[in-house]
């Protein structure tokens, strides 16, 4: 059933009717599943969607739905990052209680997708709502889901909801994945005064795995070399970086790029954007630097801070890698270590340097004696920080990992303090964080102002 308002229609769903915009399409699915799409799309790309689904409950705990969701994420898609997992207020549905809203991002193919889904219990009845598009749709498709979710109306005078094939293969795979309630964040649910279900082992699932080649340095500055030509000089060719290089696939017999080595310099030539990340917690520092340019991005990167497992890196050495373009932001989000993390809302801890920088040192800094409990909980966790900077205009953004307690923005301070200047870390969810960095590299691939309309106050 469909009914018409000005700009868009409502698609019914039971008693839930989901705004539909005029030039979109119901797409036919499953009973007790609705779904619309964006207009249909060029061959190759692809096309946004959102898809809205229920059930009964069944008296299942809306921390277990959400712990069984993003079990099932780690288990069903491909080269995935689960971003976040937030509590969210069903209250503008009408709807009182509790809500999760989690976002991942994966690769279908040659895309790498965000998925943005919203799960929430009204009157006994389960229901999900998840929209997914490709990180270069993210612009325009993630805040017209947001006023979707917003706009989904409630007709509470009907109650029937059968379910649907995929809400009873859900239910099953709730009872294997889940199959008991969750295990609870005790100090997270005292602050927010909700159950909020644990979230220390999505980090731990989720680590960062090497996808480059192993590369010293030299081999690499010497590969730099030939940003202008196509084969070394005759004194470079006895560097004994040739031999890598060639090894590597990048240079022919006779010291010549071949077309991997045309490849991996092509981004440098031309670029678009490049940017640097560096990462520090009290084991040491590593750096991550990235081109984008031709479609391409490469990246070179030290150790992340959360890897698998130690690979062997030599001291000079980095992982070089190759990939479009559209996957930096996912690689450096994978590198830093972005994940899902309760950020409760609390005052700005204002920090001297010297204090700041001793505790990134060593968790036994001791705490300032301000800090209320949500703040507490953060001084607690291991800090990571982690800054990336736009290498053409020296914007930066910075933040600090402080794991089951969320990401805290990174900026200088308002004033000094007896020991000098200060600097303010303030609670940010890791969704807000995805959508900064997005953001951020976007802008500065197409040379356009960045615009943060998740940032209250941003003004450039």
């Not at 590198?335 to 920090?351: D, T």
């Amino acid at each position: 059933m469909t009914t018409a308002a000005q700009g868009f229609s409502y698609e019914r769903l039971h008693a839930f009717n989901l705004p539909r915009p005029d030039d979109w399409e119901r797409v036919e699915t499953e009973a007790g599943v609705l779904a619309v799409a964006h207009p249909p799309v060029t061959d190759g790309d692809f096309r946004p969607n959102m898809v809205l689904r229920g059930g009964p409950a069944d008296g299942i705990s809306i921390a277990r739905f959400a712990t069984a969701a993003l079990a099932s994420t780690l288990e069903e898609f491909q080269d995935v990052r689960i971003l976040s997992n937030d509590l969210w207020s069903p209250e503008a549905l009408g709807t009182e209680g509790s809500g999760r809203r989690q976002r991942f991002v994966h690769r279908a193919g040659r895309h790498p997708v965000c998925v943005d889904r919203w799960i929430w219990i009204d009157d006994g009845f389960v229901m999900e709502a998840t929209a997914s598009y490709t990180i270069e749709q993210h612009t325009g498709m993630k805040l017209l889901f947001e006023q979707m979710v917003r706009d989904i109306r409630i007709n509470t005078a009907v109650r029937d909801m059968p379910g649907s094939q995929a809400v009873r293969e859900g239910r099953r795979d709730i009872d294997r994945i889940a199959p008991q309630e969750p295990r609870l964040d005790d100090y997270a649910s005292r602050c927010a005064g909700a159950e909020l279900e644990d979230l220390g082992s999505i980090a731990a699932a989720q680590p960062y795995r090497e996808g480059g080649r192993l590369l010293p340095i030299p081999a690499l500055e010497l590969l730099d070399t030939l940003l202008v030509r196509d084969r070394l000089g005759r004194f470079q060719r006895k560097d004994p970086s040739v031999a890598t290089l060639q090894a590597a696939g990048l240079l022919t017999a006779a010291a010549k790029l071949t077309p991997a080595g045309e490849q991996f310099l092509l981004p440098v030539r031309k670029l678009d954007a490049s940017f640097q990340v560096e990462a520090s917690n009290a084991a040491g520092g590593s750096v991550l630097q990235a081109w984008i340019g031709g479609g391409l991005g490469k990246i070179t990167a030290g150790p992340s801070l959360f890897p698998a497992a130690s690979a062997a890196f030599e001291p000079d050495d980095v992982a070089a890698s190759i990939m479009q373009a559209n996957m930096v932001p996912k690689r450096i989000a994978d590198w830093a270590g972005l994940s899902p993390g309760w950020s409760i809302p609390h005052e700005p801890v204002v920090l001297g340097m010297d204090h700041y920088e001793a505790r990134l040192k060593s968790a036994r800094t001791p705490a300032p004696k301000s800090l209320d409990q949500a703040a507490g909980q953060m001084w607690q966790q291991p800090w990571a920080e982690w800054q990336i900077l736009n290498e053409q205009t020296g914007g930066w953004f910075g933040w600090v990992n402080a794991g089951v307690a969320g990401q805290y923005r990174l900026s200088p301070g308002d004033g000094y303090q007896e020991q000098g200047r200060t600097v303010r870390l303030e609670p940010m969810s890791p969704a807000v964080v995805w959508d900064m960095l997005v953001r951020f590299i976007h802008a500065a691939v197409e040379g356009i102002p960045l615009r943060l309309p998740e940032v209250t106050g941003f003004n450039g």
